[in-house]
């Protein structure tokens, strides 16, 4: 690719190999490999799979889940690809422009710059509102079922009522609504900084958990205890306290934070899990029915 042909003589050129014309480095390309561990910590995408009606469905939903991730995440990078050619310089070049805006600018300059079909780009505008309706109304349920079931019904007030239940969802929902405007008002917030926040804090304080739990007998409460705390603890301290000369460990290293909360996290499971009582008897003879099967 010519430099002088891509930017303009500027000297830095656009390439699928660099990043900002500088070559992707070990712990940048790790930290980028490491979101994939966010999967199995994230509750609205594993009630889908609680959702399911039977055991014999399993098998269907995992091939379809695989298939749908690979479509989506390869088609998010083509596009993404494709905006920073076609939108250079807007976007990143000298002329500024926010990055998180590549789809949309895309799309407004093709069907009303480009070609006159406004009509056609506001359909696939509709599409980014639809897949951010999908994923927020996901989250405001399972948050609701979490508080009022999980928390209040089981801990708070075990003889609470069905309508009490309720209630307490419905409360839950507007407060997390009301606190996700609060944050979203905020110009200075970016949506893909809150997403990477939230990934991995939810990766490393619950993925660790689910995939041990699912594989090895011996977890136990302990060790679920202590991956939860640890691996959210890891997330916060590693991204918002600044430790390294008035910096963040993330701004220090570059290093994505649910990498090394993840492996925190488990470490902390297996080592409180061997360190105290084993589980039941009868959770192990459950445990190993489900696996024979």
Request: aromatic share 12%; proline share 3%; charged share 10%.
């Given at each position: ?21 500088k070559?992707y ?114 989250q ?19 003889k ?7 209630r ?28 990477s ?90 445990f190993?029915?489900?696996?024979a099967?």
């Open positions: 690719m010519n430099q002088s042909g891509v930017a303009g003589g500027s000297g830095s050129y656009l390439s699928l190999f660099s990043n900002g014309g070559p480095t070990f712990i940048e390309i790790f930290s980028q490999v490491a979101w994939a561990f966010g999967y199995f910590g994230m509750p609205h995408i594993l009630v889908r799979f609680m959702a399911v009606k039977n055991t014999h469905e399993l098998k269907k939903s995992r091939v379809i889940a695989i298939v749908w991730v690979a479509l989506s995440l390869t088609a998010a990078c083509v596009i993404g690809v494709l905006g920073r050619a076609y939108l250079y310089p807007t976007i990143l070049g000298e002329d500024g422009g926010s990055t998180e805006n590549v789809f949309i600018e895309m799309i407004t300059k093709i069907f009303t710059v480009d070609h006159a079909l406004p009509f056609i780009g506001g359909l696939f505008l509709c599409g980014v509102l639809a897949a951010i309706m999908s994923t927020a109304d996901s405001l349920l399972v948050t609701a079922s979490s508080v009022s079931e999980d928390l209040y019904h089981n801990f708070i007030n075990k609470a009522d069905d309508r009490t239940i309720l307490i969802s419905r409360i839950t929902v507007i407060v997390v609504a009301a606190l996700a405007f609060v944050i979203a008002w905020d110009p200075n917030s970016s949506i893909m900084g809150l997403v926040n939230a990934w991995a804090g939810f990766g490393s304080a619950f993925g660790p958990l689910v995939l041990l739990s699912l594989f090895w007998r011996r977890t136990n409460f302990a060790g679920a205890l202590a991956g939860i705390i640890s691996g959210a603890l890891t997330v916060i301290i590693w991204d918002y306290i600044p430790l390294a000369g008035g910096q963040t460990l993330y701004a220090y290293t570059g290093l994505y934070s649910l990498a090394l909360g993840f492996v925190i996290s488990a470490l902390m499971i297996v080592v409180f899990s061997l360190a105290t009582k084993a589980p039941s008897q009868e959770i192990l003879d459950e190993d029915q489900v696996a099967k």
